[in-house]
């Protein structure tokens, strides 16, 4: 079992010791902090409920913890030993020299540190070659990026076993080979940090404005293009010469107090625009408008399904809609199926072929489950009171396809909606087109006793009605049907 | 039909066409250029297959889209008219002035403008107050953030009439109460545009670099949170205050090229500390580190689907231990159901209570069958090459409930894999218990007919060798089953 060793727990070595031990490794711990062991039990905690679950795969079994009170017992055999120590260059020093007459001659030292670079960390050892920085991102046990920062004294061996390890734990090692304090991506936040304290200190924006002018607009795009790819697009088919050059004379207004601005020369126009050709030129403009939407919808949808920030606000603008768009008890012929989903078949549903994907139908059909729900007085208020539906079987048959954009509607028939037992057939459509249809059987239950019971008089008042005006209704061709037992052909 | 007037098309003009077009408005454009047309019609085209499905409700039928070769007609009785022409100053006053000599006296003119302030734009107008700054974002017709910049001269009503409008459009419109060059969002990548200048022109990193460093770290944090909340829950139960104490030292390091340092005073540390309760205070630091790690987890998840970015680290991190972590057909015991999926379950999978959601059983399911199709040689060569199998019919019956993080496999038994067709039931496990099945009919396709046909004689080979080792397993309980045609109890 390979074995890592954390110096220095909280927040950082916590998100370091996750990583490792959800991987399967072996982790021992040494903090001084009589607070340690708490404080890397919430992160795991947090890391547990987290982690495994981004992967389509098991993880392996976990590790094994351990706290050491020993510095030399906690780096003896480690594979890897990862620094998480105060940013003071003095202590950090002590602590490698600590480490280095403890560990193995082949073990990497990372350093997590945000600002030192790691010839300052070298400096003074018999072993340089071992310690590289390997700088995290908060929290630790999701964010893939880490920032392999090494110098001269790094073999090449050391660099892609670091590699291969980081990798190995689910992280996205970026290899920095020029050092520089702070490294790449401290220096954004830095500037960003340095520009958010002068618009709050100027009374421009509070903390939440400036967080809002990120998350609503650039935050999205960053998550996926970053800035110099998101900026290729926006250039459009002119290309990144094109876009700096429209982009440059910003350099001299004051669109920031942060005034230090590079010489806008040919050179660097040429170096930009080349890099960014090497990254980003095996796509055409208007594949990467349409990778960065089908990426924007996607992110955004998920954040939707989270109720958070722009999914938020999507929520919030299906919610004045939802009135007028969508017919209710009084508003619907209930003497037909009653329309209880309408919409455009999103991006994010789609395969690479641009087909809607299996498991997406249910979706569609669980949301106009949802609504007929709500039809019927199964409501947000009511569900929070207790009591709601849970579906025990669910037929689906496919009639069709539909594409990404598709404008699908469902409609549904009540088979039997009286006591616990709700049964819905519902009919899915493209147009006119009928494409798939879901038969349901549901049952009411009590959400704290998780069993059967009887739903409230509203309810059975609803049904009542909607039984008797589709009394009239045939039996829905499909309804009732079985997957047959198979008869093997003959051969 | 509300209409709106576009002076100024382009990828910003164009894109707010779409928004007021894709939302039922008539939209009047006026450009100049003759390709004014074809730009307009490229950025629909991109919006009509991305904005749509965005919503869970169908958007209004879309208005009508016209051109004209006349100021004066475009903005004739429009309610909103959006200006985005090249950015001198001299001739969005030219513009405005011709705007207003035919608009009426109450329409809405918002400027696109990334950097003038609507002081600036209002000089020399006999109507300033109906001219405002609303800076989107590109995309415009995805992103919602719009910065709504107003002055004195602009009355509440029009502004409470502007923020109704735009959130109407599904835009966030962001009042920014005190003008400055630039608004707020622009100043943020500005400062982060010269840094990257800077670490490109030093060597320091490349293009793809510099967007990696931000993509895979604080990119992702910042498309939820951005910058002040994510520093508060890093922060921890300390608060804001402690954080700031932390950071404050580096406002004196080199840790960028752009120097100007606000003053670290108290003053500020309380403003900012303060600033921070108002907006997040709601929220424990453990609350917050859980919204946080779910919305990672759904856009990573989300990105993942996607192949992109911080996802397919995720996707390549899984292609590496697939071999090791599920059976294939020479390493599985085919006389037993065999196990096609095993995994933990994602926090995006599971409802507000935490329980997994009906769709995201047909997920795992259909993942299930996926990898029964890879094992039998249906692998992603194999449907390059034209052949896949579709679903026609699946039945899912649900026996427990299971939760976020927990642990689920699912075996398979195929009841019949001959000619061209393929019937298997999915049964899934949480440890030893069974919570759900699935039976599922499919067909072998061809992908360029979507026809049913014979597949290759190594998935005939394959799945007469399961046929034959499966052929001891008893039928299993429930397959062949139908949801029952309902028998209305007794009243």
Redesign the interface.
């Known amino acids: 079992m390979a074995r890592a060793a954390i110096i220095g727990g909280g927040?950082i070595g916590g998100g370091w010791a996750a990583r490792f031990l959800l991987n399967g490794w072996d982790v021992r711990v040494f903090d001084p902090d009589p607070e340690a062991q708490r404080k890397i039990g919430?992160v795991l905690d947090?890391a547990?409920?987290?982690l495994?679950?981004?992967?389509?795969?098991?993880?392996p079994d976990e590790g094994t913890l351990s706290f050491h009170d020993d510095l030399a017992e906690a780096v003896e055999g480690a594979e890897w030993i990862q620094e998480s120590v105060p940013e003071r260059l003095d202590l950090k020093l002590k602590v490698y020299a600590q480490i280095q007459a403890a560990c193995e001659e082949g073990a990497i030292i990372g350093s997590s540190t945000s600002?030192f670079k790691p010839s300052e960390l070298q400096e003074g050892s018999d072993r340089p070659g071992q310690i590289v920085v390997t700088h995290p991102?908060?929290?630790v046990y999701?964010?893939?990026?880490i920032?392999l920062v090494t110098t001269g004294a790094n073999e090449a061996a050391l660099i892609d076993r670091a590699k291969g390890l980081l990798?190995?734990l689910?992280?996205?090692p970026?290899h920095?080979k020029?050092e520089?304090?702070?490294h790449?991506?401290?220096?954004?936040?830095?500037?960003?940090?340095?520009?958010?304290?002068?618009?709050?200190?100027?009374?421009?924006?509070?903390?939440?404005?400036?967080?809002?002018?990120?998350?609503?607009?650039?935050?999205?795009?960053?998550?996926?293009?970053?800035?110099?790819?998101t900026y290729r697009v926006?250039g459009?088919e002119a290309g990144m010469r094109h876009f700096m050059a429209q982009?440059g004379p910003?350099?001299k207004?004051?669109?920031?107090?942060?005034?230090?601005?590079?010489e806008f020369t040919d050179e660097?126009v040429d170096?930009?625009a080349d890099?960014?050709d090497?990254?980003s030129g095996m796509h055409s403009i208007r594949e990467l408008?349409?990778?960065?939407?089908?990426?924007?919808?996607?992110?955004?949808?998920?954040?939707?399904?989270?109720d958070?920030?722009?999914g938020a606000?999507?929520n919030?603008?299906?919610a004045?809609?939802?009135r007028d768009?969508?017919p209710d008890i009084e508003t619907a012929d209930l003497a037909q199926p009653i329309l209880t989903l309408?919409?455009?078949?999103?991006?994010?549903?789609t395969d690479y072929?641009g087909h809607m994907?299996?498991?997406?139908?249910?979706?569609a059909?669980?949301?106009a489950?949802d609504r007929f729900m709500e039809i019927i007085g199964c409501d947000a208020d009511y569900i929070a009171s207790g009591g709601s539906y849970?579906?025990?079987?669910?037929?689906?048959?496919?009639l069709g396809?539909c594409h990404?954009?598709a404008?699908i509607s469902v409609r549904t028939q009540m088979?039997?909606g009286?006591?616990k037992?709700l049964?819905l057939f519902h009919s899915m459509y493209e147009g006119e087109e009928l494409i798939a249809t879901c038969?349901?059987?549901l049952l009411h239950v009590s959400?704290e006793t998780?069993r059967p019971c009887a739903p409230s008089q509203e309810i059975e008042d609803s049904m009542a009605r909607i039984a008797a005006a589709q009394s009239g209704l045939e039996?829905p061709q499909g309804?009732?049907?079985?997957?047959?037992?198979?008869v093997?052909?003959a051969e």
């Open positions: 927040v919430e947090n547990r409920r987290s495994p679950g981004l992967s389509d795969l098991p993880l600002g991102f908060n929290p999701l964010l893939p990026l920032e990798s190995s689910g992280l996205f970026l920095v020029k520089i304090d702070a790449i991506a401290d220096r954004f936040l830095e500037a960003v940090w340095r520009e958010a304290l002068w618009l709050v200190k100027d009374g421009i924006a509070t903390t939440e404005e400036v967080d809002e002018a990120i998350r609503m607009g650039f935050g999205i795009r960053w998550a996926q293009m970053g800035l110099f790819e926006a459009g982009f910003a350099l207004w004051p669109w920031t107090k942060l005034m230090d601005v590079p660097l170096l930009i890099q960014s090497a990254q408008e349409r990778i960065r939407d089908n990426n924007l919808v996607a992110m955004m949808r998920a954040l939707k399904a989270q958070w920030g722009a606000v999507l919030a603008h299906d004045g809609r939802k768009a969508m309408a919409r455009a078949v999103p991006l994010d549903w072929n994907t299996e498991s997406r139908y249910l979706d059909f669980a949301g489950t849970f579906t025990a079987e669910t037929h689906i048959r496919h396809e990404a954009g404008r088979l039997l009286q006591g037992k049964h038969e349901s059987f959400l998780r039996y309804a009732g049907s079985s997957i047959r037992k198979p093997p052909m």
